[in-house]
T-cell receptor, first 113, second 113 residues
Framework: AQSVTQLDSQVPVFEEAPVELRCNYSSSVSVYLFWYVQYPNQGLQLLLKYLSGSTLVKGINGFEAEFNKSQTSFHLRKPSVHISDTAEYFCAVSVWPGTALIFGKGTTLSVSS | KAGVTQTPRYLIKTRGQQVTLSCSPISGHRSVSWYQQTPGQGLQFLFEYFSETQRNKGNFPGRFSGRQFSNSRSEMNVSTLELGDSALYLC????????????FGNGTRLTVT
C-alpha cells in the first residue's frame, strides 16, 4: 500500500529566503506524485506533478520539486519565498486505479518579514 | 470555465441526523472524488465516481455513501451523524485518468453538535 510522509509539520522562514518542504513516499509500484497548496478557507490547488521523464519538475508560483526514486522522495523547493506563499502544502501519491490520492499530513509554511 | 462548486459552504447538524452534500464538477470532467479533512487525520479519501460508477473507495464506514448523476454532478450522504464527522468535506473533479490533476472545490464545512 502507498503512503506519504511529510517530514516537517511546520516550516517558518523569512521573506526572500529559500525553502524546502520534504516529502517521502512508499509504494511497491510506479506512482504519480503531486504537490498541492491550500490557502485558508479554500480548497486545494495543484502546484506541480511528476508523471515520468525529467526528475526536476517545475510548477506554478516559482516552485519546483525533484523526484528521487532511490530515496523515494519528492521534495518541494523555492529559491525565494514571499509573504503570499504562507499556506499549507500537501504532498500526494496516486492510487491505482482511478484518480484517488493519498495525502501526507501537510506542512504549514509561514513566511514572515 | 467555472470551477468545482460545492454546496452548501457551511452546515450545522445534530448527532444522529443525516446530511447530503452536493458537488458540481468542472464541465467535461467525468470523475468526481470526495475527501474528508480534519485536523487530526488530515486529508482522507472517501470515494471516487467515474461515469456514474464508484471506481474506488476509501476506508470509511457504510454511513458514508455517494452517487453520481448522468451530468457528472455528485452527492455525498452521511447518515446517523457522529461528533467525529465534523470536518471539511472536499470534492474534486478531473477528466478521470490517473495522471490527471484534481481540481478541488472550496469544501463544505460540516459541524455536528
Amino acid at each position: 500500500a502507498q503512503s506519504v510522509t511529510q517530514l516537517d509539520s511546520q516550516v517558518p522562514v523569512f521573506e526572500e529566503a529559500p525553502v524546502e518542504l520534504r516529502c517521502n513516499y512508499s509504494s511497491s509500484v510506479s506512482v504519480y506524485l503531486f504537490w498541492y497548496v491550500q490557502y485558508p478557507n479554500q480548497g486545494l490547488q495543484l502546484l506541480l506533478k511528476y508523471l515520468s521523464g525529467s526528475t526536476l519538475v517545475k510548477g506554478i508560483n516559482g516552485f519546483e520539486a525533484e523526484f528521487n526514486k532511490s530515496q523515494t522522495s519528492f521534495h518541494l523547493r523555492k529559491p525565494s519565498v514571499h509573504i503570499s506563499d504562507t499556506a499549507e502544502y500537501f504532498c500526494a501519491v496516486s492510487v491505482w486505479p482511478g484518480t484517488a490520492l493519498i495525502f501526507g499530513k501537510g506542512t504549514t509554511l509561514s513566511v514572515s518579514s | 470555465k467555472a470551477g468545482v462548486t460545492q454546496t452548501p459552504r457551511y452546515l450545522i447538524k445534530t448527532r444522529g441526523q443525516q446530511v447530503t452534500l452536493s458537488c458540481s464538477p468542472i464541465s467535461g470532467h467525468r470523475s468526481v472524488s470526495w475527501y474528508q479533512q480534519t485536523p487530526g487525520q488530515g486529508l482522507q479519501f472517501l470515494f471516487e465516481y467515474f461515469s456514474e460508477t464508484q471506481r474506488n473507495k476509501g476506508n470509511f464506514p457504510g454511513r458514508f455513501s455517494g452517487r453520481q448523476f448522468s451530468n457528472s454532478r455528485s452527492e455525498m450522504n452521511v447518515s446517523t451523524l457522529e461528533l467525529g464527522d465534523s470536518a471539511l468535506y472536499l470534492c474534486a473533479s478531473s477528466v478521470g485518468q490517473a495522471n490527471s490533476p484534481l481540481h478541488f472545490g472550496n469544501g463544505t464545512r460540516l459541524t455536528v453538535t
